[in-house]
């Protein structure tokens, strides 16, 4: 049994709505009966746990399920595999679990979406995974996956919800058809202010599956969410968004990823910098090097000392915030973009554009204002909490 415990865990007053939250999966009794008798498929990584009766420890969900005798007969494991440890971007192999000798069937190397082979005597998929509530997160990607292939082989699924820690944001450029991958799916904002619940019901519902059946779809809510507070997650939900600020700051800062310049991949604060052995030493005071991590191998900049600046204590406003990649473009020496990396995260052509053309902040997310009310009328009609 895998049993996790949060060091130097303390209940704070500003913690008091993680000490009330109960998620999805902690919801036992709303769900146990569907997986009783039956050949369960789970897709999960680490952050799929309960919490125990102290309030600062846990199980994984796995381990919960086995213990009631239910019979989990396979893993399904996203981006990073099912113990969080893989990179970004690195292919994850299918194996045998070491801890409860289930079978791993990784849906980040060959393929992407379960196959019929699969799904061979598979009665049942529950899906339990932390999102963050980025676009470019690759978990919804997965979601979306895993929710048309059981539709196209009639396996019932349940979803068991999590809290968004950016759950009350709705920002960013909405991203265009053309560009859609696994980086971005469907026509949503860079930030869409859903939990990965109800996220689910959006593609069920609105038909942007793409499969010709009908989904046996069943979301279990959470109980006291509240979508406006930034919960500060018990466990990271993957190797570089270790805390609540990088987390805030992903939204932001991932726009880098199409570019030349480091995020903070290779550093004690992923997500929390940035910089680049190119930027303007004059310019930026902040200066630090990039190693080789767990979880970042082989980080942009590696070896180098980059010049930018350290995020890790700014007050992070619930907003996309371009002024960061735009002192960074202005002051980078030789080739800055990834032109169709940098196309794929933004979701357009146009911001990269815009960036090159010298249009502002305020210009910028101008261009967006049309779409963004668009696809509110779209998720208003899919809040599960207030």
Not at 140 to 168: F, K
């Amino acid at each position: 049994m895998v049993l996790i415990i949060i060091a130097g865990y303390s209940p704070t007053k500003a913690q008091s709505l993680e000490e009330n939250l109960v998620v999805g999966a902690e919801r036992i009794d709303h769900y146990i009966e569907q997986l009783q008798n039956k050949n369960i498929a789970i897709v999960a990584n680490a952050t799929s746990v309960v919490r125990k009766s102290d309030r600062i420890s846990f199980t994984h969900l796995v381990d919960t399920l086995l213990s009631r005798k239910i019979a989990v007969s396979k893993i399904f494991s996203p981006e990073h595999g099912f113990r969080t440890t893989a990179d970004a971007g690195e292919k994850v192999s299918s194996s045998i679990d070491p801890e409860t000798g289930i079978e791993i069937v990784s849906l980040y190397g060959k393929h992407r979406k379960p196959t019929k082979e699969d799904l061979n005597e598979v009665d049942l998929i529950l899906f339990d995974i932390q999102d963050v509530g980025v676009r470019f997160y690759t978990y919804i990607a997965t979601l979306q996956y895993v929710m048309e292939a059981a539709a196209d082989h009639d396996i019932p699924m349940i979803v068991l919800d999590r809290p968004n820690p950016n759950g009350d944001m709705v920002d960013g450029p909405v991203m265009e058809k053309e560009n859609t991958s696994f980086l971005g799916l469907q026509p949503i904002p860079l930030v869409y202010g859903l939990t990965i619940g109800e996220y689910a019901h959006l593609l069920d519902k609105e038909n942007w599956l793409e499969t010709e059946k009908s989904l046996d779809l069943e979301v279990i809510q959470m109980m006291n969410y509240d979508r406006t507070h930034r919960y500060h997650l018990p466990i990271k939900p993957s190797p570089n968004l270790p805390n609540a600020q990088s987390i805030a700051l992903y939204p932001s800062l991932g726009l880098f990823e199409g570019t030349h310049i480091n995020a903070g991949r290779g550093t004690p604060q992923p997500f929390q910098r940035y910089g680049s052995k190119d930027l303007d030493s004059t310019v930026f005071g902040f200066s630090y090097e990039v190693t080789s991590t767990p979880g970042a191998k082989y980080p942009k900049q590696l070896g180098e000392r980059c010049y930018g600046e350290d995020l890790s204590q700014v007050e992070v406003a619930k907003k996309v915030n371009l002024q960061w990649l735009l002192k960074a473009f202005h002051h980078h020496k030789g080739s800055f973009f990834k032109s169709e990396s940098f196309k794929l995260h933004s979701g357009q052509e146009a911001l990269e554009e815009m960036i090159r053309s010298g249009f502002t902040e305020n210009q910028i997310r101008a261009t967006w204002e049309k779409d963004l009310e668009v696809f509110k009328v779209i998720r208003y009609r899919h809040l599960m909490y207030p």
